[in-house]
Nanobody, 117 residues
């Protein structure tokens, strides 16, 4: 199965910003379906933001107005710009794409984001 590699996480203070990157296997890149997901300790993985078509996106209510998903199809890379970070954004962030009921990529190791003062 195709793979992705997430990067860009780290420790940031509340109110700070981070930019995550996800590089995907070239032939499997799904620019119109790539998305970011996160999993906090003791919680299930949840959608953060994703592309639903070439020009449409949707965001979890908790990140609307703060996070922005973007992509570079030439680099097979999807990004997540995270602004005004809150402690509740602390989680491991993953990227993937859905094709119907299946995932296109094997889940990567993710990138840890910790928001703390």
């Amino acid at each position: 199965q195709a793979q992705v590699v997430e990067s860009g996480g780290g420790l940031v203070q509340p109110g700070g910003s981070l930019r995550l990157s996800c590089a995907a296997s070239g032939s499997s890149f799904r620019g119109n379906a790539m998305g970011w997901y996160r999993q906090a300790p003791g919680k299930e993985r949840e959608l953060v933001a994703r592309f639903t078509s070439a020009f449409s996106t949707n965001y979890a209510d908790s990140v609307k107005g703060r996070f922005i998903i973007s992509r570079d199809n030439n680099k097979n890379t999807v990004y997540l710009q995270m602004n005004s970070l809150k402690p509740e954004d602390t989680a491991v962030y993953y990227c993937n794409a859905q094709a119907g009921s299946t995932w296109v990529f094997s889940w990567g190791q993710g990138t840890q984001v910790t928001v703390s003062s």
